[in-house]
């Protein structure tokens, strides 16, 4: 089989660093969260600017998208993937730093949030969700990359000349085994074969420790490994052991080892959401910018709600579920949920034409 000059080594570290003092791990993915909301602020500032509205509009704006935002993106993610939770402990909602955030989820909080923020300010709905799609693009984009760099929402498997190998599963493997490793090294050994139905390609692990590592250790990280491989669920796992490549028979103690795997190249599925995010957010900012005056009012929000949920519905196509009962579905949780947001795009862009009525530019 061909060459995996386009197999992608992923083993990003989800933590930046460790706050001395108080051990607070600051985590990419809060970080790119932030990113989201302080780009978010500073382009809808330009266009309160540019439209002459009111700055203190646009600070009660920003707190009525944090908190829609956030709520919704928790209550959504209980509501849609673990009501069972949510119905045992109802508290956990509020349990955001545990993870578990739906995007679908956001974009009804956000929708509600600017419900409630138009009845308070008097600001014409149609205004306000026709700027907010550009700012909606530029989060999904950063949340996405947050995703990337956590290694989850993992796509499927791929038999394509490119794709994403996910090594952090494997490396916390390896680390839980050993206290006294120095440094782990992959190398993707270019061997492509079929196991399990998969295309998977030879990875070479090479362990090094700060001393030397009795035979018996070495043979509990070889363990470890085969545990790994054997009890995640299918969905989930990223190598397939070879038993023959796992341990070499003459291995003796050493400081540096070396074994082999079967890695899983994977689509990644993070990625493409999060360009195809950055593209909606430069074509509706450029939009907003030279032909907010030509598309009558409401038309800009329908047209980013059929552009934004067909690609999230093509894209989980290519996604692992994030669930188990999900498995049973011809159409996931995620497919579900784009498509009353394309239907409400489409019924948007029709009504918003039949209306005809057009936002006015400041004198």
């Given at each position: 089989?061909?060459?995996?000059?386009?197999?992608?080594?992923?083993?990003?570290?989800?933590?930046?660093?460790?706050?001395?003092?108080?051990?607070w791990?600051?985590?990419?993915?809060?970080?790119?969260?932030?990113?989201?909301?302080?780009?978010?602020?500073?382009?809808?500032?330009?266009?309160y600017?540019?439209?002459?509205?009111?700055?203190?509009?646009?600070?009660?704006?920003?707190?009525?998208?944090?908190?829609?935002?956030?709520v919704?993106a928790?209550?959504?993610?209980?509501?849609?993937?673990?009501?069972?939770?949510?119905?045992e402990?109802?508290?956990?909602?509020?349990?955001?730093?545990?993870?578990?955030?739906?995007?679908?989820?956001?974009?009804?909080?956000?929708?509600?949030?600017?419900?409630?923020?138009?009845?308070?300010?008097?600001?014409?709905w149609?205004?306000?969700?026709?700027?907010?799609?550009?700012?909606?693009?530029?989060?999904?984009?950063?949340?996405?990359?947050?995703?990337?760099?956590n290694?989850?929402?993992?796509?499927?498997p791929?038999?394509?000349?490119y794709?994403?190998?996910?090594?952090?599963?494997?490396?916390?493997?390896?680390?839980?085994?050993?206290t006294?490793?120095?440094?782990?090294?992959?190398?993707?050994?270019?061997?492509d074969?079929?196991?399990?139905?998969?295309?998977?390609?030879?990875?070479?692990?090479?362990?090094?420790?700060?001393?030397?590592?009795?035979?018996?250790?070495?043979?509990?990280?070889?363990?470890?490994?085969?545990?790994?491989?054997?009890?995640?669920?299918?969905?989930?796992?990223?190598?397939?052991?070879?038993?023959?490549?796992?341990?070499r028979?003459?291995?003796?103690?050493?400081?540096?080892?070396?074994?082999?795997?079967?890695?899983?190249?994977?689509?990644?599925?993070?990625?493409?959401?999060?360009?195809?995010?950055f593209?909606?957010?430069?074509?509706?900012?450029?939009?907003?910018?030279?032909?907010?005056?030509?598309?009558p009012?409401?038309?800009?929000f329908?047209?980013?709600?059929?552009?934004?949920?067909?690609?999230?519905?093509?894209?989980e196509?290519?996604k692992e579920?994030q669930?188990?009962?999900?498995?049973?579905?011809?159409?996931?949780?995620?497919?579900?949920?784009?498509?009353?947001?394309?239907?409400?795009?489409?019924?948007?862009?029709?009504w918003?034409?039949?209306?005809?009525?057009?936002?006015?530019?400041?004198?």
């Amino acid at each position: 089989m061909g060459t995996t000059l386009l197999y992608f080594l992923w083993n990003a570290d989800p933590e930046m660093f460790i706050i001395p003092g108080i051990d607070w791990p600051v985590r990419w993915y809060g970080l790119l969260f932030a990113v989201a909301f302080i780009g978010s602020q500073f382009v809808m500032n330009k266009v309160y600017r540019t439209e002459l509205r009111p700055q203190k509009d646009l600070d009660t704006l920003t707190l009525y998208i944090i908190v829609g935002t956030v709520v919704g993106a928790r209550l959504g993610h209980m509501l849609f993937y673990d009501f069972k939770a949510l119905v045992e402990n109802p508290l956990d909602v509020f349990k955001i730093w545990e993870g578990g955030l739906a995007s679908h989820g956001s974009a009804i909080g956000i929708l509600t949030a600017m419900w409630l923020y138009c009845r308070k300010t008097k600001e014409n709905w149609l205004w306000i969700f026709d700027r907010l799609v550009i700012v909606v693009a530029l989060s999904a984009m950063c949340i996405r990359g947050g995703n990337l760099m956590n290694s989850e929402i993992i796509g499927k498997p791929t038999s394509a000349s490119y794709g994403f190998v996910f090594l952090n599963p494997l490396d916390q493997s390896i680390k839980q085994s050993l206290t006294n490793i120095d440094k782990v090294d992959y190398k993707l050994l270019g061997k492509d074969t079929i196991v399990n139905r998969h295309t998977v390609s030879l990875l070479e692990v090479n362990v090094k420790t700060s001393s030397v590592v009795p035979k018996d250790s070495i043979l509990k990280v070889a363990s470890e490994i085969a545990w790994y491989s054997s009890n995640t669920r299918p969905d989930d796992k990223h190598i397939f052991i070879a038993p023959d490549k796992l341990m070499r028979e003459n291995q003796e103690a050493s400081n540096l080892f070396t074994f082999q795997v079967y890695a899983i190249p994977r689509h990644a599925a993070q990625l493409y959401e999060g360009l195809f995010g950055f593209i909606l957010f430069i074509l509706f900012f450029w939009l907003w910018l030279k032909k907010r005056d030509k598309f009558p009012q409401g038309f800009m929000f329908g047209l980013f709600c059929v552009l934004l949920f067909t690609e999230r519905f093509f894209d989980e196509m290519l996604k692992e579920n994030q669930v188990a009962f999900e498995d049973s579905m011809k159409l996931n949780m995620g497919q579900w949920l784009s498509i009353p947001f394309v239907l409400i795009g489409i019924a948007f862009m029709v009504w918003s034409k039949k209306r005809n009525v057009f936002h006015k530019l400041p004198e």
